[in-house]
């Protein structure tokens, strides 16, 4: 049995990357929805809109890695 160590490396590294960017784009969706962007003067709907397309961002790129799955 023979490993290929460059491509675990490769799958490791590209999968460490993806899995802190996922987390790091679903936390800037709960701090957009949690925080009172009106006691700081700024703007609720725009950090509700930010949210909400970190979350579709999210789904998207589950939905293209179960889409790579499965092909």
């Keep these: 049995m023979d490993i290929d160590w ?17 987390v790091g784009l679903f936390t800037l969706g709960i701090v957009g929805l949690g925080t009172n962007s ?9 950090a509700r809109v930010g949210a909400y397309a970190s979350y579709a ?13 499965a092909a």
């Design 38 to 46: 009106k006691a700081r003067g700024g703007s609720f709907a725009l």
């Design 57 to 69: 961002l999210c789904a998207a790129a589950v939905a293209y890695g179960i889409y790579i799955i």
């Design 6 to 22: 460059a491509a675990l490396g490769q799958v490791f590294g590209v999968s460490l990357v993806m899995t802190v960017g996922l």
